[in-house]
């Protein structure tokens, strides 16, 4: 089992940065990928960034050159860097993480909201 704790959100202006942040517990052994997903009004759950602990990154276009990820694999952290948030950011960010098996865990999100 895996648990998330995710903080770091919170209401800016278009333009803003926030950065969220993720502590893991649990049997972080088994982790394997950490990552970012958000969901938006009326949207499913979509990809924001993941970090794979062979050193794998992805972005989704949208955050491609402005949203940063970086993780810990032995301490089981993640941080999402946010630079020059949109209106269209506005979503619940999720924390997760995936370990072997595999098994997908979930924090319990964040609200960031983009006024513009």
């Known amino acids: 089992q895996v648990q998330l704790v995710e903080s770091g959100g919170g209401s800016v202006q278009t333009g803003g940065s926030l950065r969220l942040s993720c502590a893991a517990s649990g049997r972080m052994s088994t982790l394997y990928v950490l990552g970012w997903h958000r969901q938006g009004p009326g949207n499913q759950r979509e990809l924001v960034a993941s970090?794979?602990?062979?050193?794998?990154?992805i972005y989704a276009d949208s955050v491609q050159g402005r949203f940063t990820i970086s993780g810990d694999f032995a301490v089981g952290t993640v941080d999402l860097q946010m630079n020059n948030l949109k209106p269209e950011d506005t979503a619940v960010y999720y924390c997760n993480s995936v370990t072997y098996g595999p098994v997908n865990y979930w924090g319990q999100g964040t609200q960031v909201t983009v006024s513009s």
């Open positions: 970090l794979s602990k062979d050193g794998r990154i």
